[in-house]
């Protein structure tokens, strides 16, 4: 047996007519820039996120450098953020010329950990950017209050977390703004690159949606120097198609999620991610911690089995992050977390049997 760590294409054979059909639209409307389907599919997505607006954008990472421009933060200025995530997220930070300041991670969640924040906070810290790590939201309402008493935004790092919700709240509704990646593997992914900011700030919109188009406030007239972050029609037209099956989609992730953890069920040189009761986790990444991984990836993959690591160097120990000057055993739980995680398949269309095999692979090799 094959079980492959993505199967994009078995999400694609089921949904292939609305595909052809929604792509078609855009072509014979030749609405390839902007316009109006991307217009749609930002109506659509605030609802499913519960804010104001959506702003379409090219990428998640250009969503979160956006945000931070539109935001006003430069030079001179401080982010917290985790060291535990993808690195686009210190990246938008240290783009908009200001510097990441990272805090470690709670070892239950693997996201920030609220009770390391305020010992991180300087008169130059101006935002603080949670990443919802592998489908399940930090713990925000700890970390909004902190952020209420210093005066600082919180902007959600969403990336990964399209349908995860908080004590009933979605995310990317929380902070100032959230970020979103549509990046095809994510849970809601294009054919393609995309990204989105949601907010209710409508300032704070009317900004992002100049940023993302040259600074425009109409043709040709340029109030700010922007860039060209915006979304192209065919992605946004397959995006909403794609969000009406993405409340199933998730729902099948968590159904996939209880049956692996059932399977493995923790002890025996192995932890299970951990489900915190404050908010539905939808799984994006099915992440365990085992002690060898570096021995159990590769025979794993040995016997058909797709595995990854998210991620395998903490940004603080990444070459793009050295000038920070930070070193080993600053953040204990990220790093032994990084020398830890190994990601099982994860995807809606994952079978019964494959889930059953991938599991009785791994114990057999604990
Ligand atoms: C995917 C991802 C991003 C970046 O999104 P892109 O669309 O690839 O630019 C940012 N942060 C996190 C946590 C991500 O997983």
Redesign the pocket.
Known sequence: MQVPFLNLKAQYESIKDEIATAIQQVIEKTAFAGGPFVEQFEKEFAAFCQTKYAIGVN??????WLTLLGLGIGQGDEVITVPN??I??AEAISFCGAKPVFIDIDEQTYNMNPALLEQAITPKTKAIIP?H?FGQTADMDPILSIARTHRLVVVE?A??AHGATYNGKPAGSMGEAG?F???PG?NLGAYG???AVTTNNPELAAKIKMLRDHGQSKKYHHDLIGWNARLDGIQAAILSVKLKHLHEWNERRRQHASAYSEALSSGNGIILPREAAYGTHVY?IYAVRVTNRDQILPALMAKGIGCGIHYPVPLHLTQAYRHLELGRNRFPVAERCADEFLSLPMFPELAKDQIAFVATELKSLL
Request: net charge negative; aromatic share 12%; proline share 0%.
């Open positions: 990428c998640g990472t250009s969503a979160l995530t993808f686009a997220t990443v790590l790092d990336c990964q970020c990646s549509f990046y994510k690159e995309g990204g994006h």
